[in-house]
């Protein structure tokens, strides 16, 4: 009997710990969905920020509007999941948004799709936010007599983004490229890029796009001629930038599967490093899509160039460049050319004429591409055009560059192998290097910073203000303006707006909260830009230059003549009102003091805030899981104690976190997840000192005044316990007379990844308590966390750092473990508090400077002479 009466109530203890095991573990899956859900809610916010500011509010804007309100409605599911349907105000309030949400949208007019594909013929009445600049600015001289033009089509704007959308690239470009890009990796940015080329070129296009490139493309192919796919970004070709030799081109293609092949080609181009590159030189969003696509009929070239209205040798002379069969040898430099310079009556100046010695020729070859062609030798010498052409070329350049109010003009051209008959195949604007914008020489003082990647643009200067902590966010009254430096990016900075000049933060990304705001409001920042927390000094001025990423020294007139003259470049107020009313509902951020008494549900004005509120609170509720979670798991429970170290852990594996058939008591090297690693690097760390604290008082006294003057939140004798999985950790740590906590997410996306710490407790004094507290704050803020003190509790937060990042502070973290155990007892004066940080910082973990103190040096532990 009594044996029965065992096995049952081994079997009853076995199945009580396998449900709590279930338990907590579909939590740590419902708060990993959570934090996915929180990424896909933030890249949405961004899209729908940047639709908005562009004024474009039409059928892929409601799409994405009621995406993000799905996302919204997913988070609030899983919150009450984690929170045990305890707070029903946010459904409640979600519910009032969404409805709020359907009225707006429901005033949207109901418009047609717009086309995926048009003929040349048709762009120009379409214009170049459909169909881009070098497709509209051919489209100008379709059925102009002056000009002969070859026939072709456009997949629009919306045409790409449609296939974009159906494969999910964009969002696919994003987790792809932005590490890279944040990190400023340029050989992660290469093995990226190529990944997302590769995901590219094997999507499927919509069978509706895929029909209507048959439907146009097929007369061409059917008469034996071929098409020229290239790239009509919207952002090309224009006054300000012209991307050249940025996007691919296809040349000669002369079939469907060609044609689809090649339009994928010159779409993942808009994603190559050399794309990305020049857009974030250029202030421009480095993921940014904007791509459409011009299929133009291929001209057997005899001759093909270009002509710039603008001779760089100066003179009022037109350039002409050709070379003899196509002209992509001439744009790409591959071959030598002709050059000619013209007066603006097509007058050859025949002193700076000269003739290459041409030896080869690009030509279209049988079954698609180009191919390499001698050139006989009695041609070699010859000219590439005709006096009669280079005036007719001339005569064109002056029409063109007239029509376009005097700008200088860039054209490509070629001349028929067939008829002799002169094309027009590029107009662009002739985008020539000016002077940046410079207040009183601001743009040749000397670069502190450099490499920042754009988050917001603009220029601005202003004060330095290192936020560390909460209480760096609590200005005085002034009306500086100040460039707030950051670690990280925190929401809670946006309370600043009015004082905030620029933004510099050595993590975060363009898609983050602070960004979203930043753009919003029109206020430089720049996001990767490293070293700037240590480079730059508290208070010194410096100038921030959103467009190029640079940060420059500054000084008050500067920085306040930017500041008074706009230098803020806030973004104009919409032309329709409906505008401000979607950004209040969907993009604005209202709560940004994630510590303050407003951080509530009911203060959520807008989806924004929502996401904010669910994803801070989510990972609270994860971070102060409590005890009662844990109870009656330990017949699962894998148990951890080392030699040396008075640190014992209960581990519960979360899938994947220790080696298979793992005994019951385990060791460091059984468990293979790579935070529990970093952690236990920094516990094991050589010379870390875990004894009782150097110099202090006798633990006995340290326990006598903890059992008499503080009440802990955490009892001694209840265990450590460690959640773990592959790259998931949570810590409840109770030493001797305080507590730890710790919850940290390292995956391979930064965005959800983030470290947050709280510590609490002591068994000495109230002063001395609040001075360790004050000491771990100068601790982790030297090693980037943003931290919170209040009077023996430190809170500490890291957000959006790459893996490799976690792994290192988690390793501080766990030096902190041992360095602080009854740290307290030691802090006898306020010098402790930044000498013992210090040593801390320098490797010291056994105090020498105090046994150094102990041993009659004259100095007492406040570092002053006694």
């Not at 460091?668 to 008082?697: E, Q």
């Amino acid at each position: 009997m009594a044996e029965r009466i065992s096995r049952w109530w081994q079997a009853q203890r076995r199945h009580r710990s396998e449900a709590a095991l279930d338990l907590i573990k579909a939590r740590y899956q419902t708060f990993r969905t959570l934090l996915d859900s929180n990424t896909r809610a933030v890249e949405l916010i961004t899209d729908l920020s940047l639709r908005l500011g562009e004024g474009e509010v039409g059928g892929a804007f409601r799409d994405k509007a009621l995406a993000l309100d799905q996302v919204v409605g997913e988070m609030v599911e899983k919150f009450g999941v984690l929170e045990g349907l305890r707070n029903g105000l946010v459904s409640s309030m979600h519910q009032r948004l969404s409805a709020l949400l359907a009225e707006e949208l429901a005033r949207l007019p109901a418009a047609s799709a717009p086309p995926t594909t048009l003929r040349l013929g048709e762009v120009a009445g379409a214009g170049p936010r459909l169909c881009g600049a070098k497709a509209a600015n051919l489209a100008r001289f379709v059925g102009d007599e002056r000009f002969r033009v070859p026939d072709g089509f456009v997949v629009t704007a919306p045409g790409c983004r449609l296939f974009f959308d159906q494969n999910d690239l964009a969002l696919q470009a994003s987790r792809l490229l932005g590490p890279a890009l944040a990190n400023d990796d340029q050989g992660g940015l290469a093995a990226a890029a190529l990944r997302l080329k590769e995901r590219i070129m094997q999507a499927p296009l919509p069978p509706s796009l895929e029909e209507d490139l048959r439907q146009l493309a097929g007369p061409f192919f059917s008469q034996g001629r071929g098409l020229a796919v290239r790239s009509s970004a919207i952002a090309e070709d224009g006054r300000s930038h012209s991307f050249a030799g940025q996007f691919a081109s296809v040349l000669n293609v002369t079939d469907q599967a060609q044609l689809c092949q090649a339009l994928r080609e010159v779409l993942a181009s808009a994603f190559s490093p050399r794309a990305i590159t020049y857009r974030r030189h250029a202030g421009l969003s480095p993921l940014a899509f904007d791509m459409a696509v011009l299929c133009l009929e291929m001209v057997p070239a005899r001759t093909a160039g270009i002509i710039i209205t603008e001779d760089p040798s100066g003179g009022g002379t037109y350039l002409v460049s050709a070379v003899l069969g196509m002209g992509e040898a001439a744009v790409g430099g591959s071959a030598a050319a002709d050059i000619y310079h013209l007066s603006r009556q097509g007058v050859i100046e025949a002193g700076r004429t000269s003739l290459a010695r041409k030896e080869h020729r690009l030509v279209p070859r049988i079954g698609g591409g180009l191919g390499l062609q001698p050139v006989p030798p009695p041609d070699q010498r010859l000219p590439a055009l005709s006096d009669d052409e280079l005036r007719k070329l001339a005569a064109w350049a002056t029409t063109i560059e007239q029509e376009a109010g005097g700008l200088p003009q860039d054209i490509e051209w070629a001349v028929s192998s067939d008829d002799n008959q002169l094309f027009l195949l590029q107009v662009r604007p002739l985008v020539a290097a000016h002077p940046r914008r410079s207040v009183q020489g601001g743009d040749v003082l000397p670069v502190l910073i450099s490499g920042g990647q754009t988050a917001s643009r603009g220029k601005a200067g202003g004060r330095v203000r290192i936020v560390r902590r909460r209480a760096d966010l609590d200005l005085p009254v002034g009306d500086e303006p100040l460039v707030l430096v950051l670690s990280q990016s925190l929401p809670d900075a946006a309370r600043l707006l009015d004082r905030m000049a620029a933004v510099l933060v050595e993590l975060g990304n363009p898609a983050d909260h602070l960004s979203n705001v930043a753009r919003e409001n029109g206020i430089p920042m720049l996001c990767a830009a490293t070293g700037a927390t240590t480079t730059l000094v508290e208070g010194q001025w410096v100038l921030v230059d959103g467009d190029d990423g640079t940060v420059r020294q500054g000084d008050q007139a500067t920085a306040t003549a930017l500041w008074q003259g706009g230098g803020r470049q806030h973004a104009s107020p919409p032309a329709d009102p409906g505008l401000e009313r979607y950004r209040g509902l969907l993009t604005r951020l209202n709560l940004t003091d994630a510590y303050g008494p407003s951080f509530n549900v009911l203060e959520c004005r807008s989806l924004h805030d929502l996401v904010r509120f669910i994803h801070e609170k989510a990972v609270v509720a994860m971070f102060e899981g409590g005890d009662a979670l844990l109870e009656g798991s330990d017949w699962l429970v894998h148990h951890l104690a080392v030699d040396g170290i008075p640190f014992l852990l209960a581990i519960i594996d979360l899938g994947g976190a220790l080696l298979p058939d793992r005994p019951r008591r385990v060791t460091p090297d059984d468990i293979s997840a790579a935070p529990f690693r970093a952690l236990w690097a920094g516990i094991a760390t050589p010379g870390l000192h875990w004894g009782p604290p150097p110099g202090g008082g006798a633990v006995g006294e340290v326990f006598s005044r903890w059992l008499t003057d503080h009440q802990s939140d955490r009892p001694i004798g209840l265990p450590n316990y460690l959640i773990v999985g592959r790259d998931y950790l949570n810590l409840n740590a109770r030493m001797d007379f305080h507590f730890i906590m710790v919850d940290a997410v390292a995956g391979l996306d930064a965005k959800t990844n983030h470290i947050r710490f709280r510590f609490k407790g002591g068994g000495t004094t109230v002063e001395q308590r609040a001075r360790r507290a004050r000491c771990i704050a100068e601790i982790l803020e030297a090693n980037g966390f943003f931290t919170n003190v209040r009077d023996d509790l430190v809170g500490a937060d890291l957000h959006g750092a790459p893996p490799q990042v976690i792994a290192a502070k988690l390793t501080v973290i766990g030096r902190l473990l041992g360095f602080t155990r009854l740290l307290d007892a030691g802090m006898r004066d306020e010098g402790m508090v930044r000498r013992v940080a210090q040593a801390f910082t320098e490797g010291d973990y056994g105090l020498s400077f105090v046994h150094g103190e102990a041993a009659g040096d004259g100095r007492t532990a406040g570092g002053r002479r006694g």
